[in-house]
Nanobody
């Protein structure tokens, strides 16, 4: 499966953005999809995931502001980000796996397919 991340940009603190991850090449509904982010000089961190069955999970520190969802008809996963802060500035990546188990959703190594990333910059 091929993944295309989009929707990043420059936004003021307190604003919102919606990222999209569109898949092609395979049966999308079989895949669990996650978002990760990587700030300059830092590790790539887990943000949120949606399983093949639609169940959603988010990093505890972000769940009050970020929401993940999927539209299988459009082969797309969304990440709605609200009340953005400067520390949310990062490159956001989507990743997919047809075999990731629940306990491994936050693990980068569980995902075989990655999109190219989309830059999110939050200004004060």
């Amino acid at each position: 499966v091929q993944l295309q991340a989009s929707g990043g940009g420059l936004v003021q603190a307190g604003g919102s953005l919606r990222l999209s991850c569109t898949a092609s090449g395979d049966t999308f509904r079989r895949y669990s999809v996650a978002w990760f982010r990587q700030a300059p000089g830092k590790e790539r961190d887990y943000v949120a995931a949606v399983r093949y069955n639609g169940a959603t999970y988010s990093a505890d520190s972000l769940k009050s502001r970020f929401t993940i969802s999927r539209d299988n008809a459009k082969s797309t996963v969304y990440l709605q980000m609200n009340s953005l802060r400067r520390e949310d500035t990062a490159v956001y990546y989507c990743a997919a796996s047809s075999s990731v188990i629940l306990s491994n959703l936050p693990s980068r190594n569980a995902y075989a397919y990655w999109g190219q990333g989309t830059q999110v910059t939050v200004s004060s």
